[in-house]
């Protein structure tokens, strides 16, 4: 029988450059924790300057709802999409700011194996606020390229069926093929493939912190 590393944390955080990063990259893995760890999320782009995403705040609300994290949990920002890059600083400043007033202990986030401009500042930033803690990175299909999962997190029927739910929250992205729930399904069997787990959740590792407990 092969045997879970097991994770202990009382304060995650997960951080995304848009509405439904998150939920994309580890929304089964928050449906899993999400009433066993305060879980804070943080979005940094409520993309509302695209008329075409108005209803995407209260979708993103709503999809954060079916995943167990509570409204005053869940943190958005207004940095400007695709400007990321030249808010870089401010960024960081925000960053910093959960890291003091949160302090987590496990933080999630964009892979480096990401294309989009947004994400990878973010990813970036992290790295840099985050010094001294464990920092894995999530896959959004449609901006990676080469991301292979070495950190994988045994999720369970319900979680994915929690996540599917809150991805369904999205009636703006309803059209769009890394929405469709046989994907995202596909995705986490074949994550527990690897594991040799029914389902899982893939991230690649940017810097684990551990120690073998007594």
Not at 40 to 65: F, G, I, Y
Not at 129 to 158: C, I, K, N, Q
Not at 175 to 188: G, L
């Amino acid at each position: 029988m092969n045997q879970n590393l097991l994770l202990y944390g009382k304060r995650i955080c997960c951080i995304g450059a848009h509405p439904d990063d998150i939920e994309l990259g580890c929304g089964a893995l928050i449906a899993n924790i999400a009433q066993r760890a305060e879980v804070l999320c943080l979005t940094l782009s409520d993309n509302q300057k695209n008329p075409a995403l108005q209803n995407l705040v209260s979708e993103h609300r709503a999809s954060m709802k079916v995943l167990g994290i509570p409204e005053d949990h869940d943190l958005m920002m207004d940095f400007e999409t695709r400007r990321f890059p030249q808010l870089r600083q401010e960024i960081l400043e925000t960053l910093l700011n959960i890291k003091r007033t949160f302090q987590p202990e496990i933080v999630f986030v964009h892979t480096r194996n990401d294309i989009h401009q947004d994400h990878v500042t973010v990813m970036d930033e992290a790295v840099r606020a985050f010094r001294g803690t464990t920092l894995l990175g999530f896959d959004v299909l449609r901006s990676s390229y080469g991301f292979f999962p070495h950190f994988l997190f045994e999720v369970s029927e319900t979680d994915v069926e929690k996540k599917l739910a809150a991805l369904a929250e999205y009636k703006t992205y309803a059209d769009r093929y890394y929405f469709e729930s046989e994907i995202t399904r596909a995705t986490m069997i074949r994550h527990g493939a690897l594991a040799e787990r029914p389902y899982a959740e893939g991230f690649d590792i940017h810097r684990v912190v551990a120690q073998f407990g007594k």
